[in-house]
């Protein structure tokens, strides 16, 4: 029986990896439009697989078969529908609505950033590709494939509760700081980048207030005092956070 919170244990046992990323070159390396559409035409494939990985948790956390069946544990669900609500049907900012990705894609149109690459790798899945077939036909950057493909390892063998880790402490957890630090650092908003300025602030206020910590307690709730999801989901986290990084070298390496 586990009497510690493992929930803060966990969290102490990230901060240097979080540190990692916080504390990364990239950000002083975004110093032009240029850069921020370097940085676009990568991450993009972040914003796409992030779908997934909030997918796979709604697959196996609520029913989404026919025919329908209550879902095991209705806290979990709820959490899981309210994000999915959120990424997949947003308030556009121009009287409509939008999923996320669409939001990212409509900035890059308005940055001219090149969506060739996103867009034939979309396309490619629409037609039944495989997935590393699909990344491959469309030339997308090897550092924005490879962390395409550790997303899916997770969402396809992990367990529920590494899953649930990758989603917050990759995700919900990490991004608002990740992305006040890209507005800090550009005042992206203007120049062409308007949409984009939008799609981060959106970001910093919905994950950092509401989402960040929804996925927190849904960890929790899924680990419960059994030692073993808690070691499951610390590899499925410091997993998510050692892609993001490689990530950003990534980056970096394609800005210089």
């Given at each position: 029986m586990i009497t510690a919170d493992p929930l803060q244990e966990l969290q102490l046992r990230l901060v240097p990896l979080r540190a990692t990323l916080l504390e990364h070159q990239l950000y002083a390396r975004i110093d032009g439009a240029q850069a921020l559409r370097t940085f676009?035409?990568?991450?993009?494939?972040?914003?796409?697989?992030?779908?997934?990985?909030?997918?796979?948790?709604?697959?196996?956390?609520?029913?989404?078969?026919?025919?329908?069946?209550?879902?095991?544990?209705?806290?979990?669900?709820?959490?899981?529908?309210?994000?999915?609500?959120?990424?997949e049907s947003d308030d556009d900012g121009e009287g409509g609505f939008a999923s996320h990705y669409e939001l990212y894609v409509r900035a890059m149109n308005e940055a001219g950033a090149n969506t060739g690459p996103i867009e034939k790798f979309v396309a490619r899945i629409d037609e039944g590709a495989g997935l590393e077939t699909a990344l491959a036909e469309a030339n997308v950057p090897a550092a924005a494939a490879a962390f395409v493909e550790e997303t899916f390892h997770t969402v396809e063998q992990g367990s529920l509760c590494a899953l649930a880790a990758a989603f917050t402490y990759g995700r919900e957890d990490l991004l608002p700081r990740v992305f006040r630090k890209i507005v800090d650092q550009t005042h992206a908003g203007g120049g062409g980048f308007g949409r984009f300025g939008y799609y981060l602030n959106r970001h910093i206020?919905?994950?950092?207030?509401?989402?960040?910590?929804?996925?927190?307690?849904?960890?929790?709730?899924?680990?419960?005092?059994?030692?073993?999801?808690?070691?499951?989901?610390?590899?499925?986290?410091?997993?998510?956070?050692?892609?993001?990084?490689a990530l950003w070298d990534g980056m970096l390496a394609a800005m210089e």
């Open positions: 676009m035409e990568h991450h993009v494939f972040a914003v796409w697989d992030f779908m997934s990985l909030l997918k796979g948790l709604q697959k196996q956390l609520t029913c989404v078969e026919i025919p329908w069946r209550p879902a095991g544990d209705p806290a979990a669900a709820r959490l899981v529908n309210e994000i999915v609500l959120a990424e206020e919905l994950d950092g207030d509401i989402h960040g910590p929804m996925a927190a307690r849904l960890v929790r709730s899924l680990c419960g005092d059994e030692p073993e999801r808690w070691r499951q989901a610390e590899a499925g986290a410091t997993g998510a956070l050692r892609a993001r990084t």
